[in-house]
């Protein structure tokens, strides 16, 4: 019995919620009165696999949809003083293989894929807009979880705001400052080597 529990629960995913100093991001937080603007799954402790909706490239806001991630290039690259919350989640084997099948179907088809610009309102107006093929960023994670049967919300994912990661008590905190600062974090503390020791220095 202790080697099926200890399989059902060894597997860890990262959330990012995040906040830049870019006019939508500006918006959103104006909106919201909240923290963060920004939500982001990552499969690995360094953030190196990381997905979301956001804008495509770095200079036109309105060209978005669903993109892979790197916390040292496009947006998070450029805004050096993006200020973050890194969040860390259990969830089973079975789950975790949910989520990578989710995301290897946003990543086979993610022409298809735009900005819910709409659920943004909805989310103002607390009415979820879910559209399909649309998605804004924190309603894309919530949805890729819940699709996963990762239930840590009690909200529909086109209601999910990135504060709403940080509020549940599924998730632990392991890191709170600025974005660029957060693989200097992991090696300053012992983290990396605590899993896997897969942080080096150059990396950094």
């Known amino acids: 019995m202790k080697n099926d529990i200890s399989e059902l629960e060894n597997r860890k995913l990262y959330i990012l919620i995040s906040k830049t100093h870019t006019v939508p991001a500006r918006i959103i937080k104006f909106w919201t009165k909240e923290p963060y603007a920004h939500a982001s799954i990552a499969l690995d ?3 190196r696999e990381m997905y979301s909706f956001a804008r495509k490239g770095i200079y036109n806001p309105f060209n978005c949809g669903f993109i892979i991630e790197d916390i040292d290039t496009g947006i998070f690259g ?3 003083e993006t200020s973050c919350v890194v969040l860390e989640l259990t969830v089973t084997d079975k789950q975790y293989r949910h989520v990578l099948q989710e995301l290897a179907a946003f990543k086979a ?3 298809l894929y735009r900005y819910n610009f709409w659920g943004l309102y909805g989310v103002i107006r607390n009415k979820a807009i879910e559209r399909k093929y649309n998605y804004f960023c924190s ?3 919530a949805s890729v979880l819940e699709r996963s049967g990762i239930h ?10 990135p504060d709403d990661f940080r509020k549940s008590s599924n998730v632990k905190v392991i890191y709170k400052g600025l974005l660029r600062r957060y693989r200097e974090y992991l090696w300053t503390h012992d983290l990396a080597q605590a899993f896997g020791g897969h942080v080096t220095k150059q990396a950094m």
């Open 109 to 111: 088809n993610a022409d």
């Open 45 to 47: 402790l360094e953030l």
């Open 139 to 141: 309603q894309f994670v």
């Open 152 to 161: 840590i919300l009690d909200k529909q994912p086109g209601l999910v705001r």
């Open 78 to 80: 450029r805004d050096v």
